[in-house]
């Protein structure tokens, strides 16, 4: 497997998960009784690992590195805000 590859499906199998991840964070603190910008900064940071995720797995994994730190850096908001 090259290289190329392998980052590929690194960056779209990291961003997957840290999207199921953020997706369910959103909705344990939604059913809770967190304020609503918790589940909205969790359900964020998912969208934009989501979008590493599509980025990633097409080959522009340095752009998916970027929205990877971005979006945990989102959720981690989302978790200070609680």
């Known amino acids: 497997m090259s ?3 392998r980052a590929r ?3 779209a199998g ?7 991840a953020g997706l ?4 344990l603190r939604l059913t809770g009784s967190a304020a609503a910008l918790v589940p909205a ?3 964020l940071g998912a969208a934009v690992c989501a979008l ?3 980025l990633g797995f097409h080959g522009r994994t340095r752009r998916a590195l ?5 979006g945990t850096m989102i959720m981690a908001f989302g978790d200070q805000s609680d």
Request: charged fraction near 5%.
């Open 66 to 70: 970027w929205l990877l730190i971005a």
């Open 52 to 54: 590493a995720a599509f």
């Open 3 to 5: 290289e190329a590859r």
């Open 9 to 11: 499906w690194t960056a």
């Open 24 to 27: 369910a964070a959103a909705l």
């Open 41 to 43: 900064a969790y359900a």
């Open 14 to 20: 990291t961003g997957a998960l840290l999207t199921l």
